[in-house]
C-alpha cells in the first residue's frame, strides 16, 4: 500500500510551555525543518543502502553543494574525480574557489594513485564517481577509502550511475555515498530529489546545516513520488541492466559505431574492477557513430523511439550527444574527444531499442 501524502508546510506547537527547537533537525513543527513523508522516504533508503542515517534533499545538485558546503571551509582542500557531471565540475573549478578560496585538485579517479599523490595537509574532501558521468570510468572505492582514512579526510562517492541496487560505497569503505533520487530511485522522470547517506554523526551536520540553514528540503509531494518509485525499483533496475548488456553489445559489433563504454563489457577498461565492487552494470552507456557532426545529428533524428533529451534512470530511453567542440572533452580519455552519445536505456522492450538503433544507423550508412 501507498504511504498517505501530507501536504502542510506547518504542524501545530506545544501550549503547555513544552520548549520548542526552533532550529532542531528532529522537530516535526514545520516542513523545513523536516516532514512526515521526508522521515518516511529517508528510512527506506537507510534501509537499502544498509546506512545508519539519511537525508533527502531537493535535487541531486543541492544533495552535492551540501556535502560540500557542510564539510569544507575557507582554505581547505578538496581532491574531486576530473569526469564529473557538470555542475559538480561548476561548484569546484568556479564557484567554491572564487567565492571560498577553496583548493581544489580534479583528478582521474579511476588511478587510486593519483587520487594519492593529490592528498595535501589541508585535505578535508575526497570526492569521486563511479561510474563516472558520462565516461562510466570506474574507480576503485576500498583503495581510495584507505586513502582518505589515512589522511583524515572524508570519502564522499556519487553513484547515481549504478544505483544503490548495484553499488554500495559505505560497505567498501566509503564515509557518504549521494545520489541523485530524479534518476533511477525515483525512475518516473516526475520527480526532482537528492539524498545522501552515512553515519548519524555526518548526516545530522547536513541536515542542520543544508537542510535546515540552507533550506535545501525536498517536498513532501516529491518525496511521497519517489517513495512510490522504490516499489518498482528493483524490477526496473534488472530491464534497465539487461537490455543495456545487450545494447552495449550490438553497438559493439556494429560497423558504423566507434566505440562504446560500458562497465559490463569485457572491453571496458575498467571492467574487471566494476565486477568485483558492483552487482550489476545499470544502464547507462556512451558511445560514437563513425562521421561528421551533420552524421552524428542525422542519426539523432532518424531515432523513433529513443528521446533526445537529457537526464537518465528514466521509463523512457533517453539521448544526448556531446560535439567535439565541448569544453569539457579536455578531461575525458581521448577517445571520447571526437564526440560522444551519452545513452540512458529505458525500460521498453529490448529489441525494439535495438532496432531504433540499427535503422538510424542505416539512414546514416545511406546518406
Not at 548495484?166 to 545520489?179: E, I
Request: proline share 4%.
Amino acid at each position: 500500500m501507498h504511504d498517505p501524502l501530507y501536504l502542510t508546510s506547518n504542524y501545530r506547537l506545544p501550549a503547555d510551555g513544552s520548549p520548542v527547537d526552533w532550529s532542531g533537525i528532529h522537530s516535526n513543527i514545520y516542513a523545513r525543518n523536516g516532514n512526515v513523508n521526508q522521515f518516511i522516504l529517508q528510512d527506506k533508503l537507510a534501509a537499502i543502502e544498509d546506512a545508519e542515517s539519511c537525508v533527502v534533499l531537493g535535487s541531486g545538485v543541492s544533495a552535492l553543494a551540501a556535502i560540500f558546503l557542510t564539510f569544507l571551509s575557507t582554505g581547505d582542500h578538496v581532491i574531486c574525480s576530473q569526469v564529473c557531471y557538470s555542475a559538480v565540475g561548476i561548484l569546484l573549478r568556479e564557484l567554491l574557489p572564487k567565492k571560498f578560496q577553496i583548493q581544489v585538485s580534479m583528478v582521474d579517479s579511476t588511478d587510486s594513485s593519483a587520487v594519492a599523490a593529490a592528498v595535501r595537509e589541508n585535505t578535508k574532501l575526497i570526492h569521486i564517481e563511479t561510474p563516472g558521468n558520462p565516461t562510466t570510468g570506474i574507480s576503485d572505492i576500498a583503495a581510495i577509502a584507505q586513502t582518505a582514512k589515512e589522511s583524515g579526510a572524508i570519502l564522499s562517492v556519487d553513484s547515481t550511475f549504478a544505483s544503490p541496487l548495484y553499488l554500495k560505497p559505505l560497505a567498501l569503505g566509503a564515509d557518504l555515498v549521494m545520489h541523485s533520487m530524479t534518476k533511477y530511485i525515483n525512475g518516473h522522470g516526475d520527480a526532482l530529489g537528492g539524498c545522501i547517506l552515512g553515519s548519524t554523526a555526518l548526516i545530522d551536520r547536513i541536515k542542520a546545516e543544508a537542510m535546515v540553514n540552507f533550506g535545501g528540503i525536498i517536498s513532501p509531494f516529491n518525496a511521497w513520488l519517489i517513495a512510490r518509485g522504490l516499489l518498482t525499483f528493483p524490477l526496473r533496475m534488472k530491464q534497465h541492466s539487461e537490455s543495456a548488456q545487450a545494447v552495449a553489445e550490438f553497438l559493439e559489433s556494429h560497423p558504423g559505431v566507434r566505440f562504446v563504454a560500458y562497465p559490463g563489457l569485457n572491453s571496458h577498461p575498467q571492467h574487471d574492477l566494476a565486477s568485483q565492487q558492483m552487482t550489476g552494470y545499470a544502464g547507462m552507456l556512451c558511445f560514437d557513430i563513425h562521421g561528421d557532426d551533420e552524421a552524428h545529428l542525422r542519426f539523432l533524428s532518424g531515432l523513433q523511439l529513443i528521446a533526445h533529451a537529457v537526464s537518465l534512470g528514466d521509463t523512457e530511453s533517453l539521448i544526448v550527444f556531446t560535439e567535439s567542440s565541448s569544453e569539457k572533452m579536455a578531461y575525458y580519455p581521448e577517445v571520447f574527444r571526437g564526440g560522444y552519445y551519452r545513452f540512458s536505456i529505458g525500460l521498453e522492450d529490448t529489441v525494439d531499442i535495438i532496432n531504433d538503433l540499427e535503422q538510424a544507423l542505416s539512414q546514416v550508412a545511406s546518406e
